[in-house]
């Protein structure tokens, strides 16, 4: 199966339901190079505006929290996440989260997509 959108093709995808409020995380497992990416979830009371963090936390770990994201609605980000490279082609990401009103889980919903190949 082929899965295409907007010229990306679909290269994993999923819905992972979190214990608790707990981070998830998901490596893409390649053979010479594994990425992983930790998603959570923070609050910080300073803000009155939601965004999503993204750090380096290691040479293949990048670090995703979403940051004061409302709570029972799903949110996720408007443009495409541009990552990296895997398997020699661009990677980009689309998610979105839904935080259950008590604070009790989260549900994410992500698409890692692969774009046009990088000369080496």
């Known amino acids: 199966m ?4 907007g010229g990306f093709e679909v290269v994993y995808h ?3 339901f979190a214990y608790g409020m707990s981070p998830i995380e998901i490596t893409l497992s390649e053979e010479n190079d594994p990425l992983t ?3 959570c979830i923070e609050h910080e009371a300073e803000r009155d505006d939601f965004t999503t963090n993204i750090q ?3 040479y293949n770990e990048v670090r995703i929290a979403c940051v004061n994201f409302p709570r029972g609605k799903p949110t996720g980000n ?3 996440i541009h990552l990296g490279v895997l398997n020699n082609r ?3 990401l689309r998610y ?3 935080i259950n009103f008590d604070m009790t889980a989260w549900l994410l919903t992500f698409t890692f ?3 046009e190949g990088v000369l080496d």
């Open 78 to 80: 408007e443009d495409m």
């Open 14 to 16: 999923g819905r992972v």
């Open 90 to 92: 661009k990677l980009s």
């Open 37 to 39: 990416f930790v998603f």
């Open 56 to 58: 380096l936390t290691r």
């Open 113 to 115: 997509y692969a774009g």
């Open 96 to 98: 979105e989260v839904t």
């Open 2 to 5: 082929k899965i295409t959108s």
